[in-house]
């Protein structure tokens, strides 16, 4: 079983940035693909990055793609999501995920994730 905490998120002006924070309790990181995903109010969660367990293959939505950036601290447990130069369409509430198989895009291929943290981006 894994834990997953968001936290990070806040209230910016649209060019400004933010970095998320994903952290693991009860195994560490170092197993576990992760992804990033996000859900915008009345819209579906959609994948923005993820990152193989090691770190070697890591996939970016073309939306953020430039902007964001997948990094870790393998001794902290953590995960960050960089986020830079954000837009008001960024706005949403950030959710990480992991799943012991693969990178992948898919969010139906995740077993665990956090309670999201809230993102908002005004113009």
């Known amino acids: 079983q894994v834990q997953l905490v968001e936290s990070g998120g806040g209230l910016v002006q649209t060019g400004g940035s933010l970095r998320l924070s994903c952290a693991a309790s009860g195994r560490t990181f170092s197993s576990y693909a992760m992804g990033w995903f996000r859900q915008a109010p009345g819209k579906e969660r959609e994948f923005v990055a993820c990152t193989s367990w090691s770190g070697s293959r890591t996939y970016y939505a073309d939306s953020v793609k430039g902007r964001f950036t997948i990094s870790r601290d393998n001794a902290e447990n953590t995960r960050y999501l960089q986020m830079n130069s954000l837009r008001p369409e960024d706005t949403a509430v950030y959710y990480c995920?992991?799943?012991?198989?693969?990178?992948?895009?898919?969010?139906?291929?995740?077993?665990?994730w956090g309670l999201g943290t809230q993102v908002t981006v005004s113009s």
């Open positions: 995920a992991v799943n012991k198989r693969r990178a992948t895009t898919s969010l139906t291929e995740y077993d665990y």
